[in-house]
């Protein structure tokens, strides 16, 4: 289990898809305009969606 | 104790002004006939621990000063003409962001290039309607070497209590004659400084007019961030396109000054008492139309000098009234016309406006004047 | 973990007005992190940008910012620095704010190496006003106003820093986040002027016009064009063909910082 919880602050995100793209682990997927976390479990916390989301709206917390 | 005298140059006489007034910054760049104020500013300024810097061209010192100013620091440039034309753009962004600062223009001969080394009083327009936007200009025309220097301390002292832009504008002549200069005492010339927020850091609004027309301006630097931006903008300083708030702080602009013109007018009159025709003349013209009121007086003509100290906001009460008074209005202008429109505009038909220019490059003389005013009577 | 970029950013300025995809929020979150790092008091730093969407920067971060006219940000911000030396001094825009109209501003706080930190963002395009050519966009390419195909030849910005002046050049990409803060942060640390370049995208404007499909698709070129100035050492001319550089590409520390050279004449003047 990786013990991270992610955060989607869905009023920021503009469905660029860049973290869904980048997720090593294929977490997130995009929901049309918003993305999701169907497979939390799988995240390894590398950070890259957090890193690499331009508006702020994805945020990896430890669990 | 007798006073420190000088034979200064009006370049020179500006600089010292500006040092009386505390002015920490100044960012220029050479332009004949205004690169004197810069020389003599490269000296003084370090000496008080200000900073002196030269651009890299007239547009780059302008948002120096800008800059500058946001930090505490009373800034100023000098330029003549095309340095003003080239600055409008950051001259309309202090009049918005409302940031003080001190320009100075030593007219030349224009257009463009024009005549460098000649006088002219061809940008009194552009002091008011130079950069694009509706917004409020205060001018100071000074005629004299003394004049500039305490002509230099009130612009700042205006551009501080208003907190906008304030230009001084003198042609060449005054700007490269030599006169003798009585320095004021320290504390003998009022000196304004920036008034502190009354607020702290955490409820200041950089653009809060609840409490006067004129919100102070908090250093960058010191215990306040805020922001500034050439947008309109809203009370805390962030953009808005908000028509109602827009309005509001457009005219608030305007109002600051026009509100107060009691405070930022100032004039002389020369045996304007019992005059019948009016010569409207600022800056080295003036002198011409003294001398040609004394020798018209000579000949029975009753003659009167009225002399803008502030050119913007125009004069519109005093001038209405002599035209009342007068037959005739001259303007005396080195131009081929403008502060003539505005006199005009003013008199409505209450006396003969006519106008009298030159743009050969030479100072308008008394005996032009004289003639003018014979033809008119 | 999760990083508190909300502490840094004014409250209720999110989401920000950046289009979907476009890099400069990533920018903006390698600023915040650099000035942690770096510990900057934001009352004592001074974010300056000229006019263009990466110059809508500095109205989100909680500190002494200043938007100014379009490509005056470097000579605003020589002003600031002049007058107070001791306050920090970050400028940032576009890669048409900077070097198009903005150009000769650029090289000469570079030529002074006034201290201060320039990010320039270069997204190849004129982004807020729709999409026109810039100083950098590549040529051939298109933009609104180069429907044929651009006929410019375009600047390296780094090496135009460096030919200026520039005493600390860097240059990374948006899709390379920690390398963003890492190169920042150096920047501020550094004593001169600091003129770090990302090269961004602008999905709207510029990769619309230039086939590429989507963002996804834009960043990626950036990972494959980027390549590290060490490994390039190792690499051939056709190797490097169409690729750019990353990482520090020039650092000066002996030359002399403008506010010092400038309190020696103040020295000089209270002195004689």
């Given amino acids: ?63 | 104790m007798a006073k420190k005298v000088a034979l200064l140059q009006g370049n020179e006489a500006c600089a010292q002004g500006a040092v009386y007034a505390g002015a920490k910054f100044f960012g220029g760049y050479p332009i004949t006939p205004s690169t004197e104020v810069a020389e003599v500013l490269s000296v003084e300024l370090p000496k008080v621990g200000g900073k002196f810097i030269q651009m890299e061209d007239e547009i780059a010192a302008m948002a120096s000063v800008i800059g500058a100013s946001l930090t505490g620091a009373k800034s100023i440039t000098a330029t003549s003409g095309p340095g003003v034309s080239l600055k409008q753009e950051l001259i309309g962004y202090a009049c918005i962001a409302e940031v003080p600062c001190v320009i100075i223009n030593v007219m030349r001969g224009g257009p463009s290039t024009g005549m460098p080394t000649g006088p002219g009083q061809s940008d009194v327009m552009q002091a008011m309607w130079g950069t694009h936007g509706d917004h409020a200009a205060i001018a100071l025309v000074p005629d004299s070497c003394q004049e500039i220097f305490t002509e230099t301390v009130r612009a700042f002292n205006l551009a501080e209590k208003y907190r906008m832009p304030v230009q001084v504008l003198f042609d060449e002549i005054v700007g490269h004659m030599r006169e003798r200069i009585e320095f004021p005492e320290p504390g003998e010339l009022e000196v304004i400084d920036r008034e502190a927020p009354s607020v702290g850091p955490d409820d200041y609004k950089p653009y809060d007019s609840t409490k006067g027309q004129i919100p102070p301006l908090a250093d960058f630097g010191s215990e306040y961030k805020y922001h500034v931006t050439g947008l309109n903008k809203a009370d805390d300083g962030f953009p808005t396109t908000k028509a109602s708030l827009v309005d509001a702080e457009e005219r608030r602009q305007i109002d600051k000054v026009m509100d107060n013109i009691a405070d930022i007018e100032s004039n002389e009159e020369y045996m304007t008492e019992d005059a019948e025709v009016i010569i409207w003349a600022f800056g080295s013209t003036s002198r011409s139309a003294r001398y040609a009121v004394n020798e018209l007086r000579k000949e029975g003509i009753k003659a009167g000098m009225f002399r803008p100290i502030t050119l913007w906001p125009f004069p519109a009460k005093r001038t209405a009234e002599l035209a009342d008074q007068a037959k005739a209005i001259v303007v005396a202008e080195m131009n081929l016309g403008q502060m003539v429109y505005e006199v005009e505009r003013v008199a409505q038909g209450n006396c003969v406006v006519v106008h009298e220019g030159r743009v050969d490059g030479d100072p308008i003389n008394p005996g032009q004047i004289m003639d003018k005013v014979k033809e008119v009577l | 973990m999760a990083y508190d970029y909300e502490k840094s950013i004014r409250p209720g300025k999110l989401p920000h007005i950046w289009c979907p995809g476009c890099g400069h929020g990533i920018v903006m979150k390698g600023l915040i992190r650099a000035m942690d790092t770096c510990e900057l008091d934001r009352k004592n730093t001074a974010i300056v940008s000229g006019i263009g969407c990466a110059s809508r920067l500095p109205g989100y971060l909680d500190a002494c910012t200043l938007h100014t006219a379009h490509g005056r940000a470097a000579a605003f911000a020589t002003g600031v620095k002049m007058a107070k030396p001791e306050m920090n001094v970050i400028c940032c825009g576009g890669d048409g704010d900077g070097t198009a109209i903005g150009g000769n501003h650029f090289i000469h706080a570079c030529r002074r190496n006034i201290d201060m930190t320039y990010v320039l963002m270069n997204n190849y395009i004129y982004g807020m006003t729709g999409g026109q050519f810039s100083p950098c966009t590549p040529t051939g390419h298109n933009a609104s106003t180069t429907p044929y195909g651009n006929p410019d030849p375009i600047f390296d910005i780094s090496k135009l820093a460096i030919g200026s002046g520039a005493t600390f050049v860097a240059r990374t990409t948006a899709a390379h986040p920690r390398e963003i803060d890492k190169l920042i942060t150096q920047g501020i640390q550094h004593k001169g002027m600091a003129v770090i370049e990302v090269i961004d995208d602008c999905p709207t404007t510029y990769g619309r016009r230039n086939k590429f499909r989507s963002v996804v698709d834009m960043m990626k070129r950036l990972k494959t064009e980027a390549v590290p100035v060490k490994a390039a050492a190792k690499m051939t001319a056709e190797q490097l063909e169409g690729k750019f550089l990353t990482g520090i590409l020039f650092q000066d520390t002996e030359k002399p910082e403008y506010c010092d050279q400038y309190a020696e004449v103040i020295k000089k003047a209270q002195g004689a």
């Fill in chain 1, 1 to 63: 289990m990786s013990g991270a919880r992610l955060e989607v602050i869905e009023r920021n995100c503009k469905g660029c898809s860049i973290c869904v793209e980048f997720c090593p682990k294929n977490v997130l997927e995009m929901d049309v305009f918003l993305v999701t976390v169907p497979r939390p479990e799988d995240c390894i916390k590398c950070m890259q969606c957090e890193l690499l989301c331009p508006d702020f709206a994805i945020k990896v917390h430890d669990e």
